[in-house]
């Protein structure tokens, strides 16, 4: 006679999983304001909270940080995409981004899309998120890429959820 057993794993992502997340973001950061001074420390901070709140209430679809000139991501910008459980591989280490990329005339922004659940959500409930938030985003169209293409370089795992992190690489 042969006995057999199953398990089964189970996590609850909670505000604290979504602050992991979003404080090795908020490292990647800081990494951009020491070699390139922007964002300021102050932003820097503001980012990491609203990204918190937005993985919280699972409605981020991907966010692009970085220096955008002409309309367009310079190579100093750096994405992170929304994954869902079972798609996780690895829980990196941030970092890796890279000192001395042309930014000349280009300012240090962000751009963010929500995903499939923020859309539909009834308006109140996206407004009480919104107002959780530490500032208002804008709308408008998505910057393109001056060069090169998106590659992913790292995943960032908490909670059973993560985030997949791409540079532009030419």
């Known amino acids: 006679m042969t006995n057999s057993f199953t398990t089964t794993f189970s996590e609850t992502f909670t505000i604290t999983h979504a602050r992991q997340l979003a404080s090795k973001v908020g490292t990647d950061l800081h990494r951009f304001h020491r070699f390139y001074g ?11 909270r609203e990204l918190a709140v937005l993985l919280k209430y699972d409605v981020v679809r991907d966010v692009v940080y970085g220096f955008k000139r002409t309309q367009k991501w310079t190579e100093a910008a750096i994405r992170y995409v929304a994954l869902a459980g079972g798609h996780l ?10 000192p001395g990329l ?39 169209d998505e910057p393109s ?26």
């Open 38 to 48: 922007s964002p300021s420390l102050e932003w820097i901070e503001q980012y990491e």
């Open 89 to 98: 591989q690895t829980d990196d280490d941030p970092g890796k981004i890279r």
């Open 102 to 140: 042309d930014i000349a005339n280009a300012s240090f922004t962000s751009f963010l899309r929500y995903n499939e659940r923020w859309l539909s959500l009834p308006g109140r409930d996206q407004t009480t998120i919104r107002e959780e938030c530490p500032f208002l985003r804008g709308t408008g």
């Open 145 to 170: 890429l001056e060069v090169g293409y998106w590659a992913d370089d790292l995943q960032y795992v908490a909670g059973g959820r993560g985030l997949s992190r791409s540079l532009v690489r030419r």
